[in-house]
């Protein structure tokens, strides 16, 4: 099977992250997206720690039930630190050499691919399929390895936009899934962002 990687720290998981699980699981050209819940990416510093590896694989789970061809993997919160993504993709490989795998990366993350180590090897090994993201180009004429997937929705939304709403006490709804936003409600988490 081919598997589409979409990685991401989901904390917490969103309506955006999930509308990406969806999308490209049913016109992504892949058979199943696998929602690679991994630890903080080192890209990102805004000072707060991570919820819980649990927590978000829950959440990623339960994102991951809702969506057909999609599941949840704390594969990556297995390997040992620092684990960049061109090793989890060689790990993932080496673990389950019937399938073939790309990884989803939204277009705020192309226009950052840079600064990713092993980029040009995650390209030409794995191959990219970029979500567009509000306010975020994507490449008009991709190279080769690289595909830009279509007109999927899309939604400016972002977990630390969450995170600082559940911390003033704001509603949630329609930022997270259902399931989820009572799973954040039920464990307290970011409460105190």
Known sequence: MRIGIYSGSFDPIHCGHAMVANYASQWGGVDEVWLMVSRLNPLKKDGCPPA???????????????????????????????SYTYVTLKKLQEHYPEHSFVLIIGSDNW???????????????????????????????????????????????????????????ANINFFVPVRVAEYITTHNLYEHE
Not at 112 to 130: P, Q, S
Not at 145 to 166: E, K, M, N, W, Y
């Open 52 to 82: 819980a590896d649990a927590h978000r694989l829950r959440m990623a789970q339960m994102v991951a039930e809702e969506c057909n061809g999609v599941k949840a993997s704390d594969f990556e919160l297995e390997l040992p630190e620092p």
């Open 111 to 169: 226009v950052n691919l840079g600064r990713w180590r092993d980029a040009g090897k995650i390209i030409r090994e794995f191959g990219l399929l970029i979500y567009p993201r509000p306010g975020f180009e994507t490449p008009h004429t991709p190279p080769p390895g690289v595909t830009v997937l279509g007109d999927g929705p899309t939604a400016h939304i972002s977990s630390s936009f969450v995170r600082q709403a559940i911390g003033e006490g």
